[in-house]
């Protein structure tokens, strides 16, 4: 293939070819933002959309599922959650509706999971936070692999998105692996490609999409924020470990910090036991997520956002957001073979 033949939808091939889309884009399952409206948006608009099902019950799962195909005709997927109490009637239902695509996320699925899975025709894609995760991932018949960096929002592990990139993409070719964590434009997209990804995931990108059904409020807080302003949950004592997430920094942020101060006194003090103390700190976000991006409560709530929602400027329409990626990478990939075509010629 010559250099000005090379599209970003060549480079999309193998991931395009698994999902069944023009572009290997998926949608980030957020829970509570990627609901019908958002996942039906972006597979219409070329890319991969994937139902975020969190805690749902199998029947609002399978009424969400439903709306979806209303919506489109296009494929998408759902994201299950390991630990979900129901998890194999949630599979059920992804396997009646015959769902495409199952993603598996929050933990190392069993063998019975995946087995469950395949049964029903659904082709599984898990989360590798390490190369030996994506070994092992590979050995239980994963169809395909998604490596999330640190800069993600929400649940997310220690290591950063270009690092698992550089340790994971040399070594797997058996399955696609889609790159997830901190990318928000065209250029980065086609950077993972380039270097073996299949595809990438984006999620805080969506966030403000026109179809996103995020409250105005939580829509706001994302366009007004930097970088910087998405951080992860600070741990203030071992004892009393913190399940990092990546959010915006608000009230709730702070006062979680003070909260964390007053229980861990209150154990020092012989005050409270251990197991009550630690509850009162994992229970400080029950609902909060919710509060923010369905409620717009935007100082007690959750922001949960990854680092890439400085490049979040504007509500625009989800087709709009996959053209501008889409003409970002092409641009991008335009420039580097003039710039390679350009030096390969000997200088005058």
Known sequence: MTHNSLSIESLFKRGSDFLGTRYAILGGAMTWV??????????????????????MPPNILSEEIDKTKLLTKKPFGVNLITMHPRLDEMIDVCGQHKISHVVLAGGLPNTSSFSRIKTHGCSVIGFAPALAIAKKLIKMGTDAIIIEGSEAGGHIG????????????????????????????????????????????????????????????????????????????????????VIPVRALTNKATKD????????????????????????????YWAGALKRAAIDGDIENGSLMAGQSV???????????????????????????????????????
């Open 158 to 241: 220690p290591v950063s998105t270009s690092v698992l990139a550089q340790e994971i993409l040399p070594e797997i070719r058996e399955v696609p692996v889609f790159v997830a964590g901190g990318i928000g434009r065209g250029e980065a997209i086609v950077s993972y490609l380039q270097m073996g990804a299949s595809g990438c995931q984006l999620g805080t990108r969506f966030v403000c999409a026109e179809e996103s059904p995020a409250h105005e409020n939580f829509k706001q807080a994302f366009i007004r924020a930097q970088a910087r302003d998405a951080v992860v949950s600070l741990q203030l004592d071992q004892r009393f470990p």
């Open 310 to 348: 400085g490049m979040v400027t504007k509500i625009q329409p989800t087709t709009e957001i996959m053209n501008d990626l889409i003409m970002q990478a092409n641009t991008f990939l335009k420039t580097s073979s003039n710039k390679a075509a350009s030096s390969s010629f000997p200088p005058s």
């Open 34 to 55: 990627s609901n019908h409206q958002l996942v039906a948006a972006i597979s219409n608009s070329g890319g991969f959309g994937v139902l975020a099902s969190g805690a």
């Open 256 to 283: 979680f910090l003070e909260v964390q101060a007053r229980v861990i006194k209150e154990y020092d003090n012989g005050a409270t036991d251990l197991k009550e103390a630690q509850l009162k700190i994992e229970h």
